[in-house]
């Protein structure tokens, strides 16, 4: 019963079922150019035809058939199949079988024989609006589940990501009170520092994780000098401060066209990843970044020699709050952003690493 | 005081590393204090000790929340030790209890036998005094 394959488009897909084939043909007749008509002479082909056309949205049922009733039935596939929507279509109108196909089948409408294409049709329309308003419904509990999920993992993290850091910075103030050797008081506060960038660090990504999930495209001509050049001047500060070598290339050959923020998000956080997991005893220290824009695919590569992530640990490295390092630098942020980014940008990311000597991650992605 | 044991500090976070075994320096004179970032580094350097016969009693201060081998892990991983060797030490937790902190959890951590003090961060002087006297 998946509904993730609402086609609006496609003609809306409808069941009759009738023990008398000429009502069947009749309405297979008039209502084929506009729908898509399925029919069953009786119950267990009704069942069968449920279970083979999952994108029902409509069943039409008589009330008098041999053996079940059109009552028994709907009763029986609001259980078993609840995501179409259930219309008595009968001749046979005594107060107790209304009641009952109301109680019993939940039935949308009651349409009576012999009928007119008129009533059939508005039947069809507003069934159709209610299944997919039921769907969207689906859809939205499947998604707020999710973001639920999320709240929860958030909730454990900010309190260890951000009472954390703060309770070592609250300790540290206590042991100043202390301490009264200036040298040992400024080595404490170059900890203290750190401590605190590393909450500014993570506060900044927390708010592009909410960007990411909220925010709307914003689709302009993409200018890879500009960026490149942005990149650069953030980038060869810490180049030049840990002794790493950074080199970005380009090419382009076409027009790109995506949105600069979640393109800049993905470039820094690849590269600030790079020069993270350098391996700090390492002699030759290097990032470097190829960008190639061919036709409508722009296919980014960044190379470190740092520290390599344990093959193990690979499939992980995505999820949200993950980090498969025990240095203390990351939020288990980035990558998450990462993916989040590149599922908004229809891009792909594969990542090829080996432990001590550096990852690459290639990252391709098409013009919108 | 009986001066004749040791520290081992295990915490994430390179300040709280730092805070701690400043605390203890100014607790007491010539403690020898070991410092890990990493609880896997610990349990190698704590396994390795094994070979030496002169052990000095050894308290481990343990953050729970760590990533790669948190807190816990390594309590589990401990206790696989033979006997000789968790006897000589004893682990205090020291972490950050959040409303996150499931209560059961901290329970959990109470019925580890080789467990047998939490201190809640941030650290203060006062904190660290039973702990002393304990030793």
Known sequence: MSINQIKVAEKVEVLYVDDEPDHLFGFKASFRLGYQIFTAENIPQALVCLDDHPNIRVVFCDQRMPGKTGIDFFEEIRVSYPLPIRIMLTAYTDVESIIDAINKGNIFRFVQKPWIEADIIGAIEEANKFYLANSMLFIKIIELQKAYDELNKFAYSVSHDIKGPLSGILGAINLANEIDDIAEMKEMLSLMKKSVIKLDAYVLSMHDYYSLQRGELKITEIDFKKLIDELKSIYSILSKVNGVTFDISISQDGIFRSDYAILSLIFNNLLSNAFKYQDRNSKNKSVEMIIEVAKTVVTIYVKDTGIGILGSHIGEIFNLFYRSNSLEVGSGFGLYNVKSALIKLNGQIAVHSILHQGTTFKVTIPSI | ?135
Do not use: H, W
Request: glycine share 2%.
């Open chain 2, 1 to 135: 005081m009986n001066m004749e044991f040791s520290f081992i500090i295990i915490d994430d976070s390179e300040l709280d590393c730092y805070v701690t075994q400043k605390f203890l320096e100014r607790s007491a004179k010539d403690l020898a204090i070991q410092t890990f970032q990493n609880a896997q580094n610990a349990l190698e350097i704590i396994r390795e000790s094994t070979a030496g016969n002169n052990l000095v009693p050894t308290i481990i201060l343990l953050d729970l929340q760590m990533p790669f081998m948190n807190g816990v892990d390594f309590i589990e991983e401990f206790e696989k030790f033979p006997a000789e060797v968790q006897k000589n030490y004893r682990i205090t937790i020291l972490t950050v209890l959040t409303p996150a902190n499931n209560p059961a959890d901290i329970y959990r951590i109470r019925t580890y036998k080789t467990v047998n003090n939490i201190i809640e961060k941030p650290l203060t002087k006062e904190k660290l005094i039973p702990l002393l006297i304990q030793a």
